[in-house]
């Protein structure tokens, strides 16, 4: 442990990177200057932080996952091992398209599977979940379940990552409880109460 956060020592986190308490970065990691990981993550074996990234708290990050500029991961998402981001969409060795970086965010609490790729310039809404495999081509509403290549919708999760079965646009989660509401095609977390 270092400044609160545990780095093995085949893995390098650059002068200018910030990393917070309860961190563990593990084997053959790269952190690059610029970056900013939270509290409480855990990077697997061979993962790379491209500059000035963000990644929240509570973040678990799978084996050989590379985060590159553009990516904002929020809080509590899970990125399964070999899960791939791009940030350009018509990439060429010979051409320079560095100016051309696609913005990626990563909603809280939402999981990208493994072997995924999400093509930049799109956003993961919160608690959703890319299924392993998938190719995200599109945007992917909070809370949906998404397959396939392309990524296509099949359902919707709750924040505990269990299906969800609705009945008359309201479900109540198998898993935890929860009560969801669906309308207009976009799935919320019911009010306790309502």
Same mark, same amino acid.
């Given at each position: 442990?270092?400044?609160?956060?545990?780095?093995?020592?085949?893995?390098?986190?650059?002068?200018? @990177?910030?990393?917070?308490?309860?961190?563990?970065?593990?084997?053959?990691?790269?952190?690059?200057? &610029?970056?900013?990981?939270?509290?409480?993550?855990?990077? &697997?074996?061979?993962?790379?932080?491209?500059?000035?990234? *963000?990644?929240? +708290?509570?973040?678990?990050?799978?084996?050989?996952?590379?985060?590159?500029? &553009?990516?904002?991961?929020?809080?509590?998402?899970?990125?399964?091992?070999?899960?791939?981001?791009?940030? *350009? #969409? +018509?990439?060429?060795?010979?051409?320079?398209?560095?100016?051309?970086?696609?913005?990626?965010?990563? /909603?809280?609490?939402?999981?990208?599977?493994?072997?995924?790729?999400?093509?930049?310039?799109?956003? #993961?809404?919160?608690?959703?979940?890319?299924? @392993?495999?998938?190719?995200?081509?599109?945007?992917?509403?909070?809370?949906? #379940?998404?397959?396939? *290549?392309?990524?296509?919708?099949?359902?919707? *999760?709750?924040? %505990?990552?269990?299906? #969800?079965?609705?009945?008359?646009?309201?479900? $109540?989660?198998? &898993? %935890?409880?929860?009560?969801? $509401?669906?309308?207009?095609? $976009?799935?919320?977390? @019911?009010?306790? /109460?309502?």
């Amino acid at each position: 442990m270092s400044d609160g956060y545990f780095v093995h020592p085949s893995s390098i986190v650059d002068d200018g @990177a910030a990393v917070g308490a309860g961190t563990k970065i593990w084997f053959f990691c790269h952190v690059q200057a &610029g970056s900013t990981i939270g509290e409480r993550c855990i990077f &697997g074996q061979n993962v790379n932080v491209d500059r000035d990234v *963000v990644v929240g +708290n509570g973040v678990k990050v799978q084996n050989n996952v590379s985060i590159y500029k &553009g990516v904002t991961v929020e809080d509590d998402v899970f990125l399964g091992p070999s899960c791939v981001f791009t940030n *350009v #969409l +018509n990439p060429r060795a010979h051409v320079e398209r560095k100016a051309e970086f696609r913005p990626t965010r990563v /909603g809280r609490g939402s999981t990208v599977g493994a072997n995924a790729t999400v093509v930049c310039g799109h956003d #993961l809404g919160d608690y959703c979940m890319v299924g @392993a495999g998938a190719v995200v081509t599109h945007d992917v509403a909070a809370h949906a #379940l998404v397959v396939g *290549v392309p990524a296509r919708q099949v359902g919707w *999760v709750c924040r %505990c990552g269990e299906q #969800l079965e609705f009945e008359r646009d309201a479900a $109540r989660c198998t &898993g %935890c409880g929860d009560a969801y $509401r669906q309308q207009a095609g $976009r799935v919320s977390r @019911a009010e306790v /109460g309502a």
